[in-house]
């Protein structure tokens, strides 16, 4: 029995369509956890703004509720490792560049990068709230956001840090706000496999959703920089914070209405996003 030898340029090519396919694998996975995350944290804001406050809005919450469901622990250990996925696929991204004409470019990689760090970290507390889930979530994003604003207070020209992080949030909160308005998802995904129904709902929630969610990120940014100027940690406030800010404006808990069902649509953008989006 004689085996067959593929040449060179042959083995390449087999082996970066085996990566290439392992890589959007991980994409869309990570994609899909992003959405169930988003999902259920919405879903918990709205039952605050109809009167129920006892849940946490954010990802502690979110876990803490995919934990109580049937078959919790798998839901949990799948929605870790999805998040590995979107680590890695951000990584290759920083690596190798991102798809699209100015993928390449510094500034795509250096985001690819952070949101890499970012995505690592959220992926290694899913799972150490997976592995061990009596020891808790580490912690409501609120005293999480306290504590760190805090420490860095503490630091020379720490106020100086705080201020501009939250500055820099702010704009990020703007700048996703706006690109969802101006519908600037639409680049990266199939067009050609987009049904005229398909095409709706991917709109509907890529504007609602992107606007509820730069909303929240400038929100939270600038309760940042109020606590860097006013020079009191206890005014940073996390997500679940942030969220809940929104039933204290004069709209009371309708504005909270609106964004948590923005964040609920969101959630299903990603959805969307995981199953056409080009990677």
Wanted: hydrophobic share 50%; proline share 3%.
């Amino acid at each position: 029995m004689t085996t067959r030898v593929l040449p060179t340029t042959a083995r390449g090519r087999v082996r970066r369509a085996a990566d290439g396919t392992a890589g959007e694998g991980a994409a869309r996975a990570g994609l899909t956890a992003r959405g169930v995350i988003y999902l259920l944290v919405g879903l918990l804001a709205l039952q605050i703004a109809f009167g129920d406050g006892s849940k946490e809005a954010d990802r502690s919450g979110a876990l803490e509720e995919l934990a109580a469901q049937p078959f919790g622990a798998v839901l949990l250990w799948a929605l870790g490792i999805g998040l590995v996925g979107m680590a890695l696929w951000r990584l290759s991204e920083a690596a190798f560049g991102a798809v699209g004409p100015d993928g390449r470019k510094a500034k795509k990689r250096l985001a690819a990068a952070a949101r890499c760090v970012f995505y690592g970290f959220v992926a290694y507390s899913v799972l150490a709230f997976a592995a061990s889930p009596a020891n808790g979530s580490g912690g409501s994003s609120d005293q999480q956001s306290r504590d760190v604003t805090a420490r860095v207070m503490d630091v020379p020209a720490g106020r100086w840090l705080v201020g501009i992080a939250g500055v820099g949030i702010v704009v990020a909160g703007v700048v996703i706000g706006v690109q969802a308005a101006r519908r600037s998802y639409r680049k990266k995904l199939k067009t050609g496999q987009l049904a005229p129904w398909s095409r709706r709902l991917v709109d509907v929630t890529g504007v609602a959703g992107g606007v509820a969610r730069g909303l929240v990120f400038a929100v939270a940014g600038a309760f940042a920089v109020r606590a860097a100027v006013d020079y009191e940690p206890d005014r940073a406030k996390g997500l679940d914070d942030t969220l809940r800010s929104f039933a204290e404006t004069p709209l009371g808990p309708w504005l909270l209405v609106l964004v948590a069902a923005g964040l609920v649509l969101f959630g299903v953008f990603s959805f969307a996003l995981a199953r056409w989006r080009r990677v």
